[in-house]
């Protein structure tokens, strides 16, 4: 029986102020998922500074692509999932051309002229490489929501540590996610009934801290989680 492999990431959970707007984006995560495709065999993260982060785009995909090619250097998957919805064109197919004929946004043709000068030449060379493709799929693909949940997950064990300094955090967490902390570890879960159940697992130091989980009040869909020491 053949069974798909697919190694993604995204990049998700934000840093909020006391009005509950963004300051920047937290966590990147990149998964290995396997059958039965409801969360990772495999996670590895990498750390922004969200006070320092240039939300349009270009930053979260770059760090996306780089960390998905880290961890499917070591765990060889079939394919490579990324969070752009360009219907799923292999990343190493993205000359100036093909991305003008794209039936997406100017800025969007903009942020992909700008980023292709980096990525293409690195996804076609994986692919000769290794036979792997990194298609821009976007969150149509199973993994990519997944690699969403962990980038929640992974922005909420930053917040905790940024809390023991500071006293307080408030982060907003990707859309339709919820999170538990207990027994030293971090759940976190799809609030989408139609996704059958997706979720994601890390591990955390077991410590003593307030936290509560809520809707954000200017953003539907979207929960805030708090922590306090």
């Known amino acids: 029986m053949i069974r798909m492999r697919i190694v993604s990431a995204d990049t998700g959970g934000a840093l909020l102020d006391e009005n509950y707007n963004p300051i920047g984006l937290i966590a990147t995560a990149a998964v290995l998922v396997e059958r039965p495709y409801k969360t990772a065999k495999l996670s590895i993260a990498k750390y922004s500074?969200?006070?320092?982060y240039d939300l349009s785009g270009r930053m979260a995909l770059k760090d996306e692509t780089f960390l998905a090619l880290k961890l499917a250097k070591k765990v060889k998957p079939d394919v490579i999932h990324l969070d752009s919805t360009?219907?799923?064109i292999e990343?190493?197919?993205l000359d100036d051309p093909t991305i003008d004929a794209l039936r997406i946004s100017?800025?969007?043709k903009a942020i992909w002229h700008e980023l292709s000068k980096d990525l293409q030449p690195?996804?076609?060379r994986f692919w000769e490489e290794t036979g792997i493709e990194i298609l821009a799929i976007g969150k149509e693909s199973v993994a990519v929501r997944i690699a969403e949940i962990y980038a929640g997950i992974y922005s909420i064990k930053w917040g905790i540590e940024h809390a023991m300094k500071e006293g307080f955090v408030r982060i907003g967490l990707p859309r339709y996610m919820t999170v538990?902390?207990?027994k030293g570890k971090i759940l976190g879960k799809s609030l989408d009934p139609k996704e059958g159940g997706l979720y994601g697992e890390v591990g955390m130091e077991d410590k003593e801290f307030e936290w509560e989980v809520y809707p954000n009040p200017i953003a539907r869909t979207f929960m805030v989680f708090e922590a306090k020491f």
Do not use: C
């Open 91 to 93: 990343i190493r197919k």
């Open 86 to 88: 360009l219907g799923g």
């Open 122 to 124: 690195l996804a076609k």
């Open 106 to 108: 100017d800025r969007g």
């Open 49 to 52: 500074d969200p006070f320092k």
């Open 180 to 182: 538990e902390i207990s």
